[in-house]
């Protein structure tokens, strides 16, 4: 069932009203004053032009209502009262679309809209996370939109770490991939610090899909 508002002053007694206040698809609710609550609920958002409901109430009410909602307007008028002028000025306001037509023609065209609210409601989520490594920058992108800048250091622990995601890769093997020459034993701080740092820049990406977690004792491993 969709809901509908439907701006009013007073009861309408149209023929539009009377078909859509009939027709068990609709819950349809008189909407007198601007409340945020009742157009969250609502698909769509009738304003009627009427003597009470004249051109200024209606541009006073379409300035406040898209201040707050972009839900549908439309809008039902006189065509032998109504102003290509103001028309237009409706339009310019917001209104997504105004209507002269007969309630059964008017009555199609509601439903028209509402179809497609709905497909787009079900519509499925299309999946974007993406992560990638790009050697000539030495840098990671993520979602195909955000690029994180990396040290040379930073850059070749993230390889090893991508290279083997979802995998353990041990502190030796991380050190040894960076410090390869070096005649050292394993210094397990400084392989801790430089992940730290390659962690922090991730974890500031908003949805990034990789995630650098700790292997007690024994190393990191990418989540991807």
Same mark, same amino acid.
């Given at each position: @069932? +969709?809901?509908?508002?439907?701006? =009013?002053?007073?009861?309408?007694?149209?023929?539009? %009203?009377?078909?859509?206040?009939?027709?068990?698809?609709?819950?349809?609710?008189?909407?007198?004053?601007?409340?945020?609550?009742?157009?969250?609920? @609502?698909?769509?958002?009738?304003?009627?032009?009427?003597?009470? @409901?004249? %051109?200024? /109430?209606?541009?006073?009410?379409?300035?406040?209502? $898209?201040?707050?909602?972009?839900?549908?307007?439309?809008?039902? !008028?006189?065509?032998?009262?109504?102003?290509?002028? =103001?028309? @237009?000025? +409706?339009?310019?306001?917001?209104?997504?679309?105004? %209507?002269?037509?007969?309630?059964?023609? %008017?009555?199609?065209?509601? /439903?028209?809209?509402?179809?497609?609210?709905?497909? /787009?409601?079900?519509?499925?989520?299309?999946?974007?996370? =993406?992560?990638?490594?790009?050697?000539?920058?030495?840098?990671?992108?993520?979602?195909?939109?955000?690029?994180?800048?990396?040290?040379?250091?930073?850059?070749?622990?993230?390889?090893?770490?991508? /290279?083997?995601?979802?995998?353990?890769? !041990?502190?030796?093997?991380?050190?040894?991939?960076?410090?390869?020459?070096?005649?050292?034993?394993?210094?397990?701080? $400084?392989?801790?610090?430089?992940? =730290?740092?390659? $962690?922090?820049?991730?974890?500031?990406?908003?949805?990034?899909?990789?995630?650098?977690?700790?292997?007690?004792?024994?190393?990191?491993?990418?989540?991807?």
């Amino acid at each position: @069932m +969709y809901n509908i508002g439907y701006v =009013s002053l007073i009861k309408p007694q149209n023929e539009y %009203f009377k078909q859509l206040e009939t027709d068990e698809s609709y819950s349809l609710k008189v909407v007198e004053d601007l409340d945020l609550n009742d157009i969250n609920i @609502m698909d769509v958002l009738i304003l009627e032009e009427s003597t009470e @409901m004249n %051109f200024t /109430k209606i541009c006073e009410y379409l300035l406040e209502v $898209r201040k707050i909602s972009d839900i549908y307007l439309l809008i039902l !008028t006189n065509e032998n009262h109504t102003v290509y002028t =103001s028309r @237009m000025v +409706y339009l310019k306001l917001g209104a997504d679309g105004i %209507f002269t037509e007969e309630p059964e023609e %008017f009555d199609l065209i509601l /439903k028209n809209i509402l179809k497609r609210i709905k497909n /787009k409601l079900v519509e499925p989520i299309e999946e974007n996370n =993406s992560f990638e490594l790009i050697p000539e920058k030495s840098c990671a992108l993520i979602n195909r939109q955000k690029e994180v800048d990396l040290t040379r250091q930073e850059f070749v622990a993230l390889s090893l770490l991508y /290279k083997n995601k979802n995998q353990t890769v !041990t502190y030796e093997e991380i050190y040894n991939s960076i410090w390869k020459n070096s005649t050292n034993e394993v210094e397990k701080n $400084r392989v801790c610090n430089l992940v =730290s740092h390659v $962690r922090k820049k991730l974890s500031k990406q908003i949805n990034s899909p990789a995630r650098v977690k700790t292997v007690r004792s024994i190393g990191y491993i990418l989540e991807v």
